[in-house]
């Protein structure tokens, strides 16, 4: 009975997916023209070839040069250690890109360009290609993302993003952290990418989850950065960083975005079990909201089985028995508003909430759309990397949104159509 459902399941995913954290696996939707810009090719034998250098693509397997001498030539990229590229109207200024295995496969190489640099980690944004504005400041093409719907169903390209990754000082292979640009909750994946690779300096992370920091404070995360730290203070804005005195009140979960599982256990037993999956957040600390799509299964009431049950002349009078019900699939989808009270006790969090929700029950035979008032508890526990995981409970009281005309039409003796419900809520929650 879930079939069409399961179906559509994993494009759902997918889609949810790339929406809300971005996508490291980059797939270049068009090869865009490449520029040409005075610079320096360093050659891991140590050789250097000067010249006008072609900006090699994302994927460029050869780097083009044309020498001071007027001859052409080309190079092979795996033979290059690096390129640096000078602004013609502001030549003090360079541009580094890099050709670079990257975690997932050590065996594939991309070019990217290097944004920041520190002490021991250094980082880099992926762009198709890479172009140098007259004011000397650089412009990625984007990398989309295609999500394909089937030989006859076309696809979907999403919006352009630029994936980041960090090169630590020691290791061979660069490791991906986020995403700039073309995906909501850019700040919040960044701040927990980062801070997954940066977690053996555990102040800096520390302070990048508390201040908010987003890509834009890059640079400051890279120079700052110090592997066993251990006693030695973290200076921001010439001012060592002291500990933050905590706060009843917290808001450490401001713009942070969590994945969630909800069971709903409804009070109507011509209501099944229901399951979704989806996503929430909170903004302003005592704001919250969050979507869910997922399945459940409902009892339909068919003029077959009434007809077949109590014949011809009585099926429009006869009180309704159980038989003259058969339960089926529905897809289901739930989104809400509220308010909540997030109370932190150290490593511990109690967040009481109230909301309202609107939610929807969908069958080829049975659309049906709720409102009503709902009420959760969450208690969480804060892990040493920052992830926060959450188990909580809650109640939703279901109204139909369907006409009194249609509720009368669809009700029978001893049945009444569309009728308000209430469901018990059993909800996990997880913050990377």
Avoid at 247 to 274: C, M, V
Avoid at 321 to 328: E, H, M, N, P
Wanted: glycine share 10%.
């Amino acid at each position: 009975m879930y079939a069409n459902f399961f179906k559509s399941l994993p494009l759902l995913i997918a889609v949810i997916t790339l929406f809300i954290t971005g996508c490291s696996i980059m797939q270049p939707f068009y090869k865009q023209e490449t520029e040409a810009y005075p610079g320096k090719v360093f050659l891991t034998n140590g050789e250097v070839c000067q010249g006008v250098v072609t900006i090699p693509w994302y994927e460029a397997e050869l780097v083009k040069i044309a020498g001071d001498d007027g001859m052409e030539k080309e190079v092979i990229s795996k033979d290059v250690d690096q390129i640096e590229f000078f602004p013609r109207e502001q030549p003090k200024r360079k541009y580094v890109v890099r050709y670079l295995p990257v975690k997932k496969n050590k065996k594939k190489r991309y070019w990217l360009m290097r944004i920041a640099e520190g002490p021991y980690v250094t980082a880099y944004i992926a762009g198709l290609t890479y172009k140098i504005k007259p004011d000397g400041n650089i412009e990625l093409s984007g990398i989309r993302q295609r999500i394909d719907h089937g030989p006859s169903r076309g696809s979907t390209v999403i919006n352009p993003s630029f994936p980041i990754y960090f090169d630590k000082k020691g290791e061979d292979k660069l490791v991906y952290v986020g995403v700039k640009g073309g995906v909501k909750f850019e700040a919040a994946s960044f701040r927990a990418g980062v801070s997954r690779r940066l977690a053996d300096d555990p102040k800096l992370c520390e302070y990048i989850r508390r201040e908010k920091l987003g890509v834009d404070d890059l640079p400051f995360m890279v120079e700052n950065y110090m592997p066993d730290r251990g006693d030695e203070s973290l200076v921001a804005d010439g001012k060592e960083v002291e500990a933050r005195k905590r706060k009843a009140i917290t808001n450490d979960l401001d713009r942070e975005l969590f994945w969630y599982s909800e069971l709903a256990i409804p009070s109507n037993d011509h209501y099944g079990t229901q399951w979704g999956v989806g996503i929430r957040s909170s903004f302003y600390r005592f704001f919250t909201y969050g979507f869910d799509l997922g399945a459940g299964s409902a009892d339909f009431l068919t003029q077959e089985k009434r007809l077949e049950n109590h014949g011809g002349n009585g099926f429009m009078t006869a009180t309704v028995i159980d038989d003259d019900f058969s339960r089926g699939g529905l897809f289901r989808a739930n989104a809400y508003v509220g308010t909540q009270l997030p109370l932190n006790f150290g490593r511990v969090y109690l967040v009481p909430a109230a909301h309202f929700s609107l939610g929807a029950l969908l069958n080829e035979e049975y659309p049906a759309a709720s409102y009503g008032p709902m009420t959760t508890l969450d208690f969480g526990i804060k892990g040493r990397r920052g992830g926060i995981v959450m188990l909580g409970t809650g109640y939703r009281y279901n109204t139909s949104l369907v006409s009194e005309d249609t509720k009368e039409e669809l009700s029978y003796p001893g049945f009444e159509a569309h009728q308000s419900y209430g469901a018990f809520l059993i909800r996990f929650s997880y913050k990377f």
